[in-house]
């Protein structure tokens, strides 16, 4: 992690955040970020990429296969919904260790999300507000005939509740339709639009979440337990710590990894007039691993 950090901080020119070892205020906002676990897309990547390695397709003919086989909003595999059982098990006496702190779960629309937040969620017992500006980068979308990329319809409201989380506050997505009905005719998102969503997140998160008064029996701590895909995580992580929003160079993450950021009440000019937006404690940390 420590490789991470300082490669982040010298490629990127990050002069406004700080890593692990200095000092933090305890309050704020305690982000605890989540990839979800492994998708059934994950495991056909997966396979698709073997074969490359093996010879027997090349780039063009793998991505063939990849559109062909890809899931629009997949599910979690096999091997996924026990990682989302892991994550729970390990995340929950975390959270229960750091308190005296104030803990919200969020997660993206997709499918994926959803499904690993889920047994998490069962075991505090607590809602998870399902943010419609989370998902990955390229939304949701199918390739036609013609070869256009085409906007295909997520999980509405109800679905998402009655068939994959019960615990989903969906108030932020639009009633009886589709989460992403007004992104539907745009067809597939480009880097440059996810860019400006993670902007947009960003802001929303300081205002709404880090900006908001705390609660009365846990002073000015606060954690937020968000669940959302690699590629945007990564430029999440980018607009959060006040870095250039761009897709290089990438912040991988694994599935069902831990990366946490602390968020200051707000952000604060250093004397050379660098803000200070936050602390990057742990990037791609397994759930299994140390406290929050």
């Not at 998870?128 to 256009?148: A, F, M, N």
């Not at 597939?188 to 880090?210: D, F, G, I, P």
């Not at 430029?235 to 991988?252: E, M, S, Y």
């Amino acid at each position: 992690n420590m490789q991470t950090l300082k490669f982040a901080r010298s490629v990127l020119g990050a002069r406004n955040f700080r890593i692990a070892s200095e000092s933090i205020s305890t309050e704020g906002l305690r982000l605890i970020i989540v990839r979800h676990a492994e998708s059934v897309n994950n495991v056909l990547q997966d396979q698709v990429e073997e074969l490359i390695r093996k010879g027997q397709c090349n780039a063009e003919q793998a991505t063939e296969r990849w559109m062909l086989g890809r899931e629009v909003d997949p599910s979690l595999s096999t091997r996924g919904y026990e990682q989302a059982e892991y994550l729970s098990k390990h995340l929950v006496p975390k959270l229960e260790r750091a308190a005296p702190s104030e803990v919200l779960f969020m997660a993206s629309p997709m499918k994926r999300a959803l499904e690993t937040i889920k047994p998490l969620a069962a075991a505090v017992n607590k809602p998870v507000l399902v943010h419609p500006e989370s998902y990955e980068i390229g939304g949701l979308y199918r390739k036609g005939p013609d070869g256009v990329f085409y906007g295909a319809p997520g999980l509405s409201t109800r679905e998402i509740s009655d068939r994959v989380l019960p615990q989903a506050d969906a108030r932020m997505l639009p009633a009886g339709l589709a989460w992403n009905h007004a992104a539907l005719a745009e067809g597939k998102e480009t880097t440059a639009q996810a860019a400006a969503r993670a902007e947009r997140l960003a802001s929303w998160l300081r205002s709404e979440v880090v900006g908001r008064p705390p609660s009365s029996t846990t002073g000015g701590q606060r954690t937020l337990v968000m669940v959302s895909h690699s590629d945007f995580i990564g430029l999440t992580i980018k607009a959060l710590l006040g870095l250039p929003v761009r897709a290089d160079p990438a912040l991988h993450t694994d599935n069902v990894s831990l990366t946490h950021l602390f968020l200051p009440p707000a952000p604060a000019a250093d004397a050379a007039g660098h803000g200070d937006h936050g602390v990057l404690r742990y990037l791609n940390r397994p759930a299994e691993a140390g406290d929050l």
